[in-house]
């Protein structure tokens, strides 16, 4: 049933986007001064979290390569899709340099990004929630934590070595059920796959980073089950920086040695690990807030286009940003 409503939203989504590319974009530019407007009377989280996602400060130049908004590529859909969803209100000349996919770096110059590597000199990374039907999906967990497996789960490609890491040391664990379900894993790591309702089935819940982010994080945080990872190295519009060890998630060694351990006191102190499920289902709580996520989309771009010297900043919304 879950994979049927999956399909239905994906075919909503493109159906969506495709009629906003078919209709006329000056609709979108003449709403741009309304839309700012409301933003601006948007709260100090708003604002926070825009500056947050777009750290930069200073004025720049786009660079040669720096694309037309009204030529943005559309081979990568879904990150053309939502990119446009807010580029759209602005002029089509403007310029905007911006990476698609997994970014494993800090941009030299300013870019659009849907990831970057966490810490305080990646403000080149500017933040848009990209490939967001992916990486955003957090469907309701009906299924009470004491009612789930007393078992560690966790399905992945083991495309690095923590991932693989962590394979190894599980498959000495029998509270673990953990593998790849890829056909190209190692025989021995291979096993069935497991959708995210299966996976939810169980207590404990392991994330671990891929190429960048963990993409399965923010259902597992908005789940009633716990979530057990290492400390983030990559943050996404999810602000992984901002999740914090025993207050979203519990932390693991990255030899995975205490992980029995961990399992052994939540399953003795329940009411902790209800604490902590409590805590991650708050933080997911915000990203459904739609107007604010609009909101803060649209000034994350005029930031960028406003600092990069194309357009000139309303006074009222830029004392706004500025705080």
């Not at 300013?110 to 992916?134: E, H, Q, S, T, W």
């Amino acid at each position: 049933m879950a994979s049927i409503s999956r399909t239905a939203a994906k075919l909503f989504y493109y159906a969506r986007n495709f009629a906003r590319d078919r209709a006329p974009q000056s609709l979108f530019r003449d709403r741009l001064a309304n839309r700012l407007e409301q933003a601006r009377l948007s709260g100090k989280t708003v604002r926070e979290r825009l500056n947050y996602y777009n750290k930069l400060e200073q004025p720049f130049v786009p660079s040669l390569d720096a694309m037309a908004v009204g030529k943005l590529p559309t081979a990568s859909s879904m990150y053309y899709y939502d990119l446009k969803e807010f580029a759209r209100y602005f002029d089509p000349g403007l310029l905007i340099d911006f990476e698609f996919g997994d970014v494993v770096g800090v941009p030299e110059l300013p870019r659009i990004v849907k990831d970057r590597p966490i810490g305080d000199d990646n403000a080149n990374g500017v933040l848009m929630k990209l490939n967001k039907f992916r990486h955003f999906y957090m469907p309701p967990d009906k299924l009470s934590f004491a009612d789930k497996r007393p078992m560690v789960v966790w399905r992945g490609h083991l495309n690095n070595p923590l991932r693989t890491r962590f394979v190894e040391k599980a498959a000495e664990l029998p509270i673990c059920d953990a593998g790849s379900h890829r056909a190209d894993a190692p025989d021995g790591y291979r096993k069935p796959f497991l959708n995210i309702e299966q996976q939810r089935q169980y207590r404990y819940i392991v994330s671990l980073e891929g190429n960048d982010v963990a993409t399965n994080l923010k259902w597992i945080m908005s789940s009633n089950s716990l979530c057990l990872m290492p400390e983030p190295t990559y943050e996404t519009w999810f602000a992984e920086a901002q999740v914090e060890p025993n207050v979203h998630y519990v932390p693991l060694r990255q030899d995975f040695s205490d992980l029995v351990d961990k399992v052994a006191y939540f399953e003795k102190h329940p009411a902790e690990a209800g604490r902590i499920t409590a805590a991650a289902n708050a933080y997911c709580r915000k990203f459904g807030n739609e107007q604010d996520e609009q909101a803060i989309s649209l000034l994350v771009l005029y930031k960028y286009f406003v600092l990069s010297g194309q357009i000139k900043p309303d006074a009222e919304v830029w004392r706004y940003i500025a705080g």
